[in-house]
């Protein structure tokens, strides 16, 4: 797939907003999973840049903390933190972008209805958080050895509030951001 100029711009601007968003780790004393602003980050970004471009974005972030840059929550990188009890959220993150993504694709019925728009975010965004999850508390049951209640306990019910704000504020954020990419002609096609 050859990018064009500006989807290569959408990608590394997205990139930096998640790797932006990442920097701010709030610790809970009773889970390894502190709370962040990255799936406020990966939602919008899988809603506006879609499945691909999305993925990409959050391919080249995964990449980054790989190699060692300070991109991941705290200001961590590097394998440990792929792999450790925290990386299926960040693996979730990946997936989540372009779950999000094809969701807003397949549902081509985006028309002059504001609501429908605006729901169709939403709901991407609500099926995105649950790959998150699926993945995190997966990854977290392995390698904190869990069994599959306390990984849930630990890994999921903790961030459902916060959770659903971030993706309210996500979803209000990325439709206005859509809207301003279309009338300025910048929404890559293969996200509209």
Known sequence: MKLKTKEVALVGLFTAL?????????????????ITLQVLAVAVTGAVLGSKLGFFALVTYVLLGFIGLPVYSGFESGP????GARGGYIFGFV?????????MEKCRTWGKNAVARY?????????????????????????????IVAAVHAGALPFIGAD????????????????????????????Q
Do not use: H
């Open 80 to 83: 440990g933190v792929l792999f």
């Open 164 to 191: 659903l704000l971030k993706i309210l504020l996500g979803s209000i954020i990325a439709y206005f951001v859509r809207e301003a990419l279309s009338s300025a002609n910048l929404l890559p096609t293969i996200a």
């Open 119 to 147: 729901s169709i975010i939403l709901g991407a965004m609500v099926i995105g958080v649950m790959v998150i999850y699926t993945l995190g508390v997966l990854q977290l049951m392995m390698v904190a050895k869990m069994d």
């Open 95 to 103: 997936a989540a972008a372009f779950v999000i993504g094809l969701l």
């Open 18 to 34: 998640i790797c932006i968003l990442s920097i701010l780790r709030i610790p809970l004393p009773f889970t390894p999973i502190p």
